[in-house]
């Protein structure tokens, strides 16, 4: 339950902690990129201004409005006046030829063009012309009158539209916010007076990567901070569950000890207590009974203590020696049978040429030892059978050691070679779980690999790999 809140509290920061830094990347590249060459920006405003000072739209596009406006005015004014289902078809078909007119005679290209070489600016720059608003005012009463704005229909493409109004000239796209150089309502005088609305869009291709471009150093360091603080995170977790796995492996090893420890030494105590009564000292039979117990248990102690030392002292630093691995497991076997009772039985198969090994002989006893005691004390069978036997593959050799144990669960099969862990919860099976952790620090001393095949209540089967290169003389099959 700890575990899963303390990995719960951990992602959540860690999301909060995304978010935040995605919020602020985020809002920096939009004041980068609103920033972006404001002082073209500026400038071309300022020119485009001049240019248009006495003008509208571009060179020559006021005389195209008042050509067109002055002579439908009247018009205008009358179908305002008395039906406006006519006003408002009117107003579209004078919309429609204004702007056509704009299009067709736009001088908005020699316009440009002009500014960016007087100032000397980017050559690549592109821009957009777009008409937004009509508003005419017959008198001062009913105020200005709109007959066209970017709601108005039209017999324009869709791609001759665009939400700041039609397009009169130019090849920028899309027009925003952010690359509109300026917003411009000019106002005539007809018979009757009028003003106009339209805009200037200017901006580079791919803008938005150069930006992102500028940015790329803020990218690589919030990326940095985020894979710091991820792996800050890991470490800390990782560290954590280390600590954990070896307080709990210290806890079943203390709680192990007191068992294995407690249980020989508490014995011998009571039984030196009774070797001081007269009673017990003038029974000779009882007398060699305690005697006996003390015995067995100093001799359970004092292999306890062995296991523990071997384990401690255990290095590198072993004794190699040319062995024939069949007659090394055929010895161990032999010697192990004393202490099987029938009906079970030890049996081995030996392979049926000689294979010559470089291994240490006592390292080697002591690790196959520690299996074939694991394969009889964790089997609950009525008939309790373990099997060796040897195999050949291009690789090598592999040494079986199978039962008809208990078996283990799949998750188990990586922790038994840990040290003091103890897989069965079966406290009638004495051990400190030190037995499996030995035998792959004598598989690894050597340069062995072990695997292991298992099946829960059915038994299980370790496999020992040793390599072509350590067998010094073999018989081909």
């Known amino acids: 339950m700890k575990n899963r809140i303390y990995k719960s509290v ?12 995605f919020r602020l ?8 990129d609103r920033d972006y060459s404001v002082k073209e920006k500026t400038l071309i405003n300022d020119e485009y201004g001049h240019s248009i000072s006495e003008d509208k739209v571009y060179k ?87 007959i066209f704005d970017s709601h108005t229909d039209t017999n324009f493409d869709a791609g001759q539209i665009t939400p700041f109004g039609v397009i009169i000239d130019g090849k920028l796209s899309p027009p925003n916010m952010q690359n509109r150089v300026t917003n411009l309502s000019v106002s005539g005088k007809l018979v009757y007076n009028y003003r106009v609305t339209f805009n200037l869009f200017v901006d580079s291709p791919g803008r938005t990567l150069k930006v992102a471009y500028q940015m790329l150093p803020t990218f690589l360091l919030v990326a940095l901070c985020i894979i710091i603080i991820v792996g800050i995170n890991y470490y800390t977790y990782i560290s954590w569950m280390r600590q954990k796995k070896e307080t709990d492996v210290k806890s079943d090893f203390l709680n192990s000890i007191k068992h294995e420890f407690n249980t020989p030494v508490t014995t011998i105590l009571v039984a030196s207590k009774s070797l001081h009564e007269d009673e017990v000292l003038n029974d000779r039979n009882r007398v060699n009974t305690l005697i006996n117990i003390v015995e067995r248990q100093a001799r359970r102690l004092h292999a306890h ?15 190699l020696e040319e062995t024939d691995l069949n007659y090394a497991v055929l010895t161990l076997v032999n010697d192990y049978k004393i202490k099987i009772h029938e009906p079970n039985s030890l049996t081995f198969d030996p392979h049926d040429s000689e294979i010559l090994v470089m291994m240490d002989p006592f390292v080697f006893t002591t690790m196959l030892q520690n299996i074939i005691d694991n394969s009889f004390k964790h089997n609950q069978s009525e008939v309790k059978i373990t099997m060796l036997f040897i195999t050949k593959n291009k690789d090598g050799y592999i040494l079986h050691i199978k039962d008809n144990g208990n078996g283990m669960e799949n998750d188990m099969k990586e922790k038994i070679f840990d040290k003091f862990f103890r897989g069965g919860k079966d406290s009638t099976v004495s051990g400190l779980g030190l037995g499996l952790y030995y035998v792959k620090q004598c598989l690894d001393i050597h340069g062995w690999k072990i695997s292991i095949n298992t099946t829960p209540e059915k038994g299980t089967e370790f496999l020992v790999f040793i390599p072509m290169g350590q067998i010094t003389n073999s018989t081909n099959d």
């Open 10 to 21: 951990v992602l959540l920061s860690f999301l909060i902690l995304l978010l935040v830094q």
């Open 25 to 32: 990347t985020y809002n920096s590249y939009v004041l980068r």
């Open 60 to 146: 020559g596009g006021g005389k195209i409005i008042d050509s067109i406006l002055s002579k439908n005015m009247p018009a205008l004014k009358k179908a305002y006046l008395s039906n406006r289902k006519d006003f408002v078809k009117l107003s579209q078909n004078v919309s429609n030829t204004l702007l056509k007119t704009l299009r067709k005679e736009s001088t908005m290209d020699s316009v440009f063009q002009s500014i960016v070489k007087k100032n000397g600016l980017d050559s690549n720059l592109q821009y957009l012309l777009t008409f937004q608003q009509i508003d005419i005012n017959f008198d001062n009463i009913i105020g200005d009158i709109t």
């Open 305 to 319: 203590i062995n296991q523990m030392l071997e384990v401690s002292e255990m290095n590198n630093n072993i004794n």
